[in-house]
């Protein structure tokens, strides 16, 4: 027998990620009935579709059964709550029922331990993928429980009193009955003494009925036959916001020195008031990223952490014209550290839309299969020659302190901001780095390899459940930077494992505190989906690289690692005593002596890779840009003296407000150091007018980098943070006059020249929860017009998902033509390459070489792709002199023409 389900976007409800369900892999739903069916389920740990784990290393099916295999004191609450059923007593009762019992049964109980089930957490205005994250703390929206103890005596507790004095980064820290005390009025009844629960365990029957919303919940344990009570509570006039939502099941602790939790099986829920919601199931096809390249279409799925006996392979079909049948172009085996499927299809035909499918069979106990399937659509590339749209976002925070499990707490799934990109319809998504914190709502230190794995792979998913709806049917570049890989910030020293020593951490002796295969699972995941690297093969220790070209739509991007190759200042600068990027040696000049000449930024690879790359242009290439991590320039500003650290505690001003006494600061995690590096990169891609997109510093800006005068290395986006939770900001005074000047020609805390002519600081931004909002998160758009050689730069908030009213952060959008992203303060100009007596054909690639330097060299200037709209424009050039223009026509049998101009002031 075979059963088979759908994911398909449905357009039913814009900002939730919805798969069309036609039957349940791991719950059967039969409207308002729900059961689960672990019992047929292969050991894995991953629980199914139906649900969701709190944390995936926390939980497994074995024998038939659901298991906690978590009881640390600082890990207390584990949960799995139910997806596509939800409570709603308004409608009628609700009877809920489960077995359960102690996997570790002849421990001795303890007291501060017990199972059994989470009632009414979210609500019917919280989005489910929030409330799917309740575990671990009592908070606002989080329920009511009905547990029982090693002894079989159930209580019903409240999950929503707040436990105050907890992380602003982590939730942790143990809980007992104080921080979730039985609800007022609780009436209780042991018919058993001194009972304790056999390893077979008990039945746990909740009914709850409301009545103009009071509600009364009543609770019953009895043996597993369900013959005899062994104890009972009751509680009347209970709130209905306690009990409408959604369910699961929890493990709190378990006996005495055990090591495992509590198992379940045969959860049970009927009556009027179950209602099925179509669309929330997540798995085991979790969604995919995909990149189309020169006729070659890469696809990667993500599957979450399927068994040994389970199917590790994946197959792909698309459904060409005339849209009659499922033809399979690819199957792939699953890889079991990174869980991901990968596809690669050639001669793809990318002028049109192509429906696609993965497809997974997902095996039972009984012998039956399911059949799941993750449908999308391929979109039909842009013709070369026509407008071109890319949405640039990074820095996906969950949480920021203050825990609420709804919105005011919770930043995911953040509906508000996917609303805006959907609006928007970028043609492409550039994802730039922190798609996960590490430590970001659950701690980042795990017991083993296997589970730093699937903490990164929970992590990452929820990023995928978030955006999963828009990179299913559009090109979607990710590429992961330093917490993705569990660093704070993370100098890869050419790929070698960092150590710790007796001078230095680990993260400042340089490379990554994380092994191999980690950290090569992370790229699996992130850049799988991407064309094969420049350079392929491992670097230093055994790790993976992906700097990488993609030509798409008439542009071509470099993707490139910016962290990967970069040495740590710690070791290439002793003296200025750097720790975690910061220099704190007193009196330390940094932009004197802080550089260091002979210090890695991009690697020999990867500057290897950009020469080429800036001078490759096949003939439907009009415009490159650069895709990386984080700016070459440190845009951000201290109070005098400060150092890293105090971001989160500044204070956010009202808008018009101005820090006193900031001055540009030196973060070496930026790449404004090394100075040299920084440099060199930027002198590589000057001639090629490249336009560079980057995050990781949440504060969106867009600047001009200056390397030998201002204005004249290209221009960067840094897009704002999704959410974050250290608000950077550029507020710095006008050294003279010590007026407020944050736009204009400035020098980082390096030395390095930048112009700033956009910035989006944290304000006072009027929109609640303001600890998000007032951070001035949201996304880049990135608007490219071939015909007339603009590119046009946009910031949105993300409360623009919140109210149609909410206009672009202040200063954008920012408008530049394709040759002012270079030398746009040059003092010497050509006549318009026009007025010459060669006629350049539309679509000819100039090249500009500037006059003979003494050694008889002549360097590159500009590289530009010719067309009506720069007839009369006069292109800068950096000084005097008669300049070769070398003229390549697009057609491949025309000649290379040449000829000379020479160069004027721009005054003339």
Request: net charge negative; with cysteine.
């Amino acid at each position: 027998m075979i059963m088979s389900s759908r994911h398909c976007s449905c357009g039913l409800i814009p900002f939730l990620l919805l798969f069309c369900a036609l039957g349940s892999t791991t719950g059967e739903t039969l409207g308002d009935e729900f059961r689960s069916s672990w019992f047929n389920d292969l050991d894995r740990t991953w629980v199914g579709r139906d649900y969701h784990a709190n944390r995936w290393q926390d939980w497994r099916i074995h024998d038939g059964r659901l298991e906690c295999l978590e009881t640390g004191e600082r890990l207390p609450m584990r949960t799995v709550q139910v997806l596509p059923e939800v409570l709603d007593p308004t409608i009628g009762r609700v009877e809920l029922s489960v077995g359960l019992g102690e996997i570790e049964s002849d421990a001795s109980y303890s007291d501060n331990a017990w199972g059994g089930l989470l009632i009414g957490s979210g609500g019917p205005d919280i989005d489910y993928r929030r409330t799917a994250l309740v575990h671990h703390l009592p908070a606002q929206d989080g329920g009511i429980m009905a547990v029982v103890d090693g002894r079989g005596i159930v209580s019903i507790r409240d999950n929503e009193r707040e436990v105050r004095g907890r992380s602003t980064w982590v939730i942790s820290g143990d809980v007992d009955g104080t921080d979730l005390p039985t609800l007022p009025g609780m009436e209780s009844r042991v018919e058993i003494d001194s009972y304790r629960i056999p390893a077979d365990g008990v039945e746990l029957r909740v009914a709850i009925e409301c009545v103009d919303g009071a509600c009364t919940v009543d609770a019953r344990v009895l043996d597993s036959e369900g013959d005899q009570v062994i104890s009972r509570a009751r509680v009347e006039d209970v709130p209905l916001s306690k009990v409408r939502g959604s369910f699961g099941v929890i493990s709190h602790h378990g006996p005495v020195k055990a090591t495992t939790g509590w198992w379940f099986r045969g959860l049970h829920a009927e009556g009027p008031g179950i209602v099925s919601v179509s669309g929330r199931e997540f798995g085991p096809i979790l969604g995919v990223l995909y990149t189309l390249d020169r006729n070659t279409m890469t696809m990667v799925a993500q599957f979450p952490p399927i068994g040994e006996n389970d199917t590790r392979e994946a197959t792909l079909q698309i459904q060409p014209e005339p849209r009659a049948n499922w033809v399979s172009v690819g199957t792939s085996p699953i890889d079991m550290d990174s869980r991901t499927a990968r596809f690669r299809v050639s001669e793809w035909n990318s002028e049109a839309d192509i429906p696609y499918r993965v497809v997974y069979k997902l095996d039972r106990r009984d012998g039956t299969i399911a059949v799941d399937e993750y449908h999308g659509t391929i979109r039909k590339e842009p013709v070369a020659g026509t407008p071109l749209s890319i949405g640039s976002l990074s820095c996906h925070k969950t949480y920021t302190g203050g825990l609420a499990w709804n919105g005011d707490g919770l930043w995911f799934p953040h509906e508000e901001l996917y609303r805006v990109v959907e609006r928007a319809d970028p043609d492409m998504l550039f994802f730039a780095g922190d798609q996960i914190y590490e430590g970001d709502l659950t701690p980042a230190n795990q017991k083993s390899e296997d589970a730093f794995i699937l903490d990164y792979l929970w992590k990452y998913t929820h990023w995928l459940w978030a955006f999963g709806d828009l990179t299913r049917d559009r090109p979607t570049i990710v590429i992961p930077d330093d917490h993705d890989v569990y660093h704070g910030n993370i100098w890869g020293a050419q790929g070698r494992r960092a150590r710790r020593t007796p001078e230095h951490s680990a993260q400042d002796s340089g490379g990554y505190k994380r092994p191999p295969r980690f950290v090569n699972a992370v790229h699996r995941t992130q850049v799988g989906n991407l064309p094969d690297p420049y350079d392929p093969g491992m670097i230093g220790e055994g790790y993976s690289v992906y700097h990488t070209d993609i030509e798409y739509g008439g542009v071509s991007f470099a993707v490139i690692a910016d962290r990967q190759f970069k040495d740590s200042p710690t070791i290439a600068v002793p003296e200025g005593e750097v720790r975690n990027g910061w220099f704190t040696a007193k009196g330390f000049d940094v932009i004197e002596d802080g550089d260091a000449p002979n210090a890695s930024l991009l690697g020999e690879s990867q500057e290897r890779f950009l020469e080429e790359w800036a001078n490759d242009w096949n003939e439907d290439v009009w415009m490159k840009v650069l895709l990386s991590q984080t700016p070459f320039a440190c845009v951000q500003t201290l109070p005098v003296g400060a150092k890293g650290g105090v971001q989160p505690a500044l204070t956010i001003f009202e808008p018009g407000g101005f820090a006193v006494d900031d001055v540009p600061c030196s973060d070496a995690d930026s790449n404004g150091w090394p100075m040299t590096g920084r440099d060199r990169a930027l002198g590589i891609i000057q001639p090629a007018h490249v336009l560079h997109l980057c995050g990781d510093q949440h504060i969106g800006f867009a600047a001009q980098y200056g390397v030998e005068s201002q204005r004249d290395g290209g221009v960067v986006f840094c897009s704002p943070a999704i959410a974050n939770t250290w608000p950077r900001r550029w507020m710095p005074r006008d050294p003279e006059t010590n007026e407020p000047r944050p736009l204009g020609e400035h020098v980082d805390g390096f030395g390095n020249m930048v112009a700033i002519d956009a910035v989006a600081n944290p304000f006072r931004r009027g929109h609640e929860p303001s600890a998000l909002h007032d951070r001035s998160p949201g996304f880049g758009l990135v608007r490219l017009e071939p015909a007339s050689h603009e590119i046009t730069l946009e910031a949105w908030p993300r409360a623009a998902g919140l109210d149609d009213r909410v206009a672009q952060y202040e200063g954008w959008p920012l408008r530049y033509r394709t040759s002012d992203l270079v030398g746009s303060t040059w003092e010497w100009a050509l006549p318009p390459l026009s007025n010459s007596n060669i006629t350049i054909p539309t679509g000819a690639l100039c090249r500009i070489m500037a006059p003979a330097a003494d050694d008889g060299v002549r360097d590159l200037v500009r590289i530009i792709r010719w067309n009506d709209s720069l007839h009369e424009v006069p292109l800068r050039v950096p000084s005097a002199g008669a300049y070769d223009i070398e003229v390549t026509p697009i057609a491949a049998e025309g000649s290379v023409d040449s000829f000379s101009l020479v160069a004027q002031p721009i005054d003339e």
